[in-house]
């Protein structure tokens, strides 16, 4: 068993860039985020302790987010690979990450880092629009609705989200900046690290990663 980890900041390209590797490898996409909606979902002792938190509108705890991605590696063999995409985000939770994946027979390969220039990912965010009624996202200059401000889908309005207006951004990148570099830092000593350049296009980032993967 092995896995990747695709480190960067808002805005950085994660989730493309991980549904280009997984279509393109039989790597096993794991968000973090979707496995606690699943076992929230399915009411399990583990989901049932993290809604507790989240209905609080708290964090949910290291230990119960790494329960949850034990049980995940628990049922998968000895051949499965995983890509974690956006986890850790922490120190201690890549400490943890290492002994759930020893304790599974495991290792993490390499771990990407997404590397883009502060304005591109401020111009990426605060161009982002969604449409209130379907949810279909697009961008003020890369992915333009035909009628500004009006969904080509569904003839929906657009908005901007809270969290992508500029000054939010700004705020957000300087959150991952100092939650991240004790990540690098960890990871590069451990060898695993490697950068990619995400400052350009999707298609040019995942030619680089999948020529970079062992």
Not at 119 to 138: D, E, M, Q, T
């Amino acid at each position: 068993m092995k896995a990747i980890i695709l480190l960067g900041a808002p805005g950085a390209g994660k989730g493309t860039l991980s549904e280009s590797v997984k279509n393109a490898t039989d790597f096993i996409h794991i968000s973090t985020g979707d496995m606690l909606r699943e076992a929230v979902k399915a009411g399990t002792p583990t989901g049932l302790e993290a809604k507790s938190f989240m209905d609080k509108g708290e964090l949910v705890p290291d230990d119960v987010i790494m329960r949850i991605v034990e049980e995940r590696l628990s049922q998968g063999g000895l051949d499965d690979k995983y890509m974690f995409d956006g986890f850790p985000r922490t120190l201690e939770q890549a400490r943890l990450l290492d002994e759930a994946m020893t304790k599974a027979g495991g290792v993490i390969s390499q771990v990407f880092l997404l590397e883009v220039p502060t304005p591109v990912i401020v111009s990426r965010l605060s161009g982002r629009r969604i449409c209130k009624n379907c949810g279909a996202v697009y961008h003020i200059t890369n992915i333009p609705p035909k009628v500004e401000g009006i969904c080509d889908r569904c003839g929906g309005q657009l908005y901007q989200r809270p969290d992508d207006t500029e000054a939010t951004v700004l705020n957000r990148l300087d959150v991952y900046q100092r939650q991240t570099a004790s990540l690098i830092d960890f990871y590069e000593k451990k060898g695993v690290l490697v950068r990619i350049n995400a400052g350009e296009t999707p298609q040019e980032a995942a030619k680089e990663m999948l020529e970079q993967l062992a």
